[in-house]
């Protein structure tokens, strides 16, 4: 369904104060709608970031306000249109988050464009996870994006984080994230339309996404980390090592090839799948650890005093947490090994070998080299905003063992009690 007036929902719903609303759920506000009281509301997040809701940009040359009665007509809102309105709020309290609208509003006026669609979905096996009192999705994917069918997909876990201010954060740079993706696929194609086979392959897709979102994170957070201030903290801490990481999370990923890549496809997957038989392989002995962990655990909680075990509550959701998500690794990785090899004998063939002459051109063409560019600014861009605003940091419980701490109590069992030898190998 088409939201009456998007212009309407956002005045209305504003940015809410954080500790007020903190325990009210997403799916209350299903059921109650906006409160008209947070028009006059301010965005709380520390005093010196405080901002009034919808703030019109200082430079209206360079940064424009959206018009919301055109936005309202090209973005559909498929269900829960109160919530992703408020979604829509929060990004567009954002400078990125504007400057993705604008661009949506480029995009979708070109003649015969079709809206953007926007909605939650259900994604199976997602579970919610807290750490350190910072809810998560875990086993799932937070969105999707169709662009080939303008749709963005939102994880309708979100409507049951307990938490809905972390929900609408969390929300909110997931939709920068996916709205990224149909915008390359709607602007970069114009701009570039004879490189379209690298366009599809370039991993500069995802870093410009995570890039993207991860500068609305840190523009949206007020001080309270999230899942993707986490993210960001990692990412700025080596981008280079995160990028290549990234290359062996799902088989889009390991299908994908940056600039640098496309000069020698067939060297780049081949290195691609040692990269995977490697990972692969310390999955297996990582599944092995896990296991042993867990049973170590297990016994303390059974054989030993109940704040011993009532200590290693974090250490035990975390170790349960990776013996779910390890075996479905293993498949993943196995997936991708097949993948990669049936790429590294499709570029062997005549119409492969067609398709590594785009790719060697595109890596060779200045002007294409731009996109790498241009997410370069974007980095830059981040380390400014959090160099002004430094991402907040998850406060640990300090009552909690970590890993090596409760190795040292296995070290100290074992000598003490020989008999819980059997329970601790």
């Known amino acids: 369904m088409r939201t009456a007036s998007l212009f309407l929902a956002l005045l209305l719903i504003g940015i809410p ?41 200082p430079d209206t040359k360079t940064d424009p306000e959206i018009n919301p009665d055109l936005l309202s007509k090209q973005l559909v809102l498929e269900n829960n249109p109160s919530i992703t309105a408020e979604i829509l709020a929060r990004l567009h309290f954002t400078p990125e988050g504007r400057a993705m609208l604008r661009e949506t509003l480029a995009a979708l006026s070109k003649p015969g464009a079709k809206p953007f669609r926007i909605r939650f979905a259900r994604i199976p096996g997602t579970q919610i996870s807290v750490e350190d009192g910072m809810e998560s999705l875990e086993n799932a994917n937070e969105g999707y994006a169709e662009p080939e069918n303008r749709l963005i997909a939102l994880n309708d876990a979100f409507l049951r984080f307990k938490d809905r201010d972390a929900a609408l954060d969390a929300a909110a740079a997931t939709l920068a994230h996916e709205l990224s993706h149909l915008l390359w696929e709607s602007l970069l194609r114009q701009r570039f339309p004879s490189r379209t086979r690298a366009l599809a392959v370039d991993l500069a897709n995802e870093i410009r996404a995570r890039l993207r979102s991860g500068l609305a994170a840190a523009q949206l957070h007020g001080a309270r980390p999230s899942e993707a201030t986490s993210e960001l903290q990692d990412l700025l801490a080596n981008p280079d090592a995160y990028w290549d990481a990234m290359k062996l999370w799902n088989t889009d990923y390991a299908l994908a090839l940056d600039r640098a890549e496309m000069s020698d496809p067939l060297q780049a997957y081949t290195n691609r799948l040692n990269s995977l038989e490697e990972a692969l392989t310390e999955a297996q002995s990582a599944l092995e650890d896990v296991r042993l962990l867990l049973k170590r655990i297990e016994h303390f909680e059974r054989s030993h005093d109940a704040l011993t075990a009532l200590r290693l509550r974090r250490l035990s959701e975390k170790t349960q947490s990776d013996l779910r998500t390890l075996p479905q690794d293993l498949k993943d990785y196995n997936s991708m090994l097949r993948q990669v090899r049936r790429r590294l004998s499709h570029l062997r063939s005549q119409r492969g070998r067609s398709e590594m002459t785009q790719l060697k051109a595109a890596a060779q063409d200045p002007d294409y080299g731009m996109i790498d560019q241009e997410n370069s600014g974007l980095l830059a861009a981040i380390r400014e905003e959090t160099a002004a605003h430094p991402l907040p940091k998850l406060d640990p419980d300090p009552s909690q063992l970590d890993r090596p701490a409760f190795e040292e109590l296995v070290r100290q069992d074992r000598a003490q009690n020989p008999s819980h030898i059997p329970d601790l190998d």
């Open 17 to 57: 104060a954080r500790a007020q609303d903190a325990a009210q759920s997403l799916e209350e506000i299903a059921v109650s709608g906006p409160d008209a009281a947070r028009l006059q509301e301010a965005y709380a997040g520390t005093k010196s970031r405080a901002a009034p809701v919808l703030e019109p940009s």
